[in-house]
């Protein structure tokens, strides 16, 4: 009885990490690809979008958040000197769009910095001057607005009154979003959706979200990914962009993803011997930005979740803390659950 009475408890710590530590395929994927990723940044810091050889700051911006979803520190990748982050302040001055100010704040916020001075430079005031009250959004439509939102909700500043409205009124009847504002039937795509329920949630208008998830459900593929836009005379296989963005929504409004079928699980299939993503099965190799853009959803990471996670990172007990809670937890359960097997024994 007592042998049997250890087999059952090894089970059980067995299952309890199983449940604390259930991610773990994923995590080895994170580790993967940041490797990959580390082994491609360039010496002014930043990172190439695969299509041209320079550094691009939309891209950099990307990787700043994939870098710190992984739990490591941008400001530690310095291949000759510079980091992603000194790359940013670097270009700074020449970000003047409003989506990509939103893109860049949004990473120096990950990073643990306020986008309001960067090397003198306003980001929050380059979005807020974006703002088109006729339209009600910020930029060139529901993709830069969502993302204004995104980053202006994590900082001092508020969003303009009416941005929230303007989004809702952008919304087709299908549930989805089209990038620049489009209503004609069947102009959503599932990137723009997934942006625009991760701003309304932020701001705390998540009752406005349902027909977005409505429109995930309608569009997600048979292996459990995304494309870009269903219909679409381009193809419709699940690519590893448009998977993760979906997933950083369905993180953030609290969906269980197992019962979407374990989305996180393609992107690992998408994953190369390298450690990097490729685009989509039909193009298998190395993508840059599909590593990029893959490695929060695959951390389980959203952009709502940006200056809760800087501010947890910048505290000297955080991780501590959450390490030391979940073995709390694990043993007492166990102990619990021995009490009962004992309970048993004896009856």
């Not at 380059?126 to 995104?150: N, Q, T, V």
């Not at 011997?273 to 590593?291: E, H, I, K, V, Y």
Request: aromatic content about 6%; charged content about 15%.
């Amino acid at each position: 009885m007592k042998r049997g009475r250890f087999l059952l408890l090894t089970c059980l710590v067995f299952a309890g990490s199983t449940v604390l530590f259930s991610s773990a395929g994923a995590s080895d994927g994170v580790a993967g690809a940041l490797a990959w990723l580390r082994s491609v940044q360039r010496p002014d810091g930043g990172f190439s979008s695969g299509f041209s050889e320079g550094s691009d700051v939309g891209a950099t911006a990307d990787a700043v958040i994939a870098i710190v979803s992984g739990g490591e520190d941008p400001a530690d990748w310095r291949p000759a000197g510079a980091s992603p982050i000194d790359f940013l302040r670097s270009q700074a001055a020449d970000v003047t769009s409003p989506g990509l100010a939103a893109k860049v704040s949004l990473a120096l916020i990950a990073a643990g910095e306020h986008p309001s001075d960067v090397n003198g430079v306003d980001l929050t005031a380059a979005i807020a001057d974006g703002f088109e009250s006729g339209r009600g959004l910020y930029g060139g439509g529901p993709y830069d607005s969502a993302l204004a939102i995104l980053a202006l909700a994590q900082t001092s500043v508020e969003a303009t009154a009416g941005a929230v409205d303007g989004l809702h009124q952008a919304r087709l009847p299908d549930g989805s979003y089209s990038f620049d504002g489009t209503m004609l039937p069947g102009s959503g795509d599932s990137n723009t959706t997934a942006l625009a329920v991760q701003a309304l949630i932020v701001v705390g208008a998540a009752e406005e979200t349902p027909p977005s998830f409505d429109y995930f459900r309608k569009t997600q593929n048979d292996d459990g990914g995304w494309t870009y836009q269903k219909p679409s005379a381009f193809g419709e296989a699940t690519d590893a962009n448009s998977t993760a963005l979906v997933i950083q929504a369905l993180l953030a409004g609290g969906q269980d993803l197992a019962a979407w079928g374990d989305p996180q699980a393609v992107l690992l299939g998408l994953q190369q011997p390298s450690g990097a993503l490729a685009f989509n099965a039909d193009t298998p190799g190395d993508n840059a930005l599909a590593t990029i853009q893959a490695i929060p959803a695959m951390a389980g990471v959203d952009l709502t979740d940006l200056r809760a996670m800087a501010a947890a990172r910048q505290s000297p007990d955080g991780a501590a803390t959450a390490v030391f809670l979940g073995a709390a937890i694990l043993l007492v359960v166990v102990l619990a659950l021995s009490a009962v097997v004992g309970r048993t024994e004896r009856s």
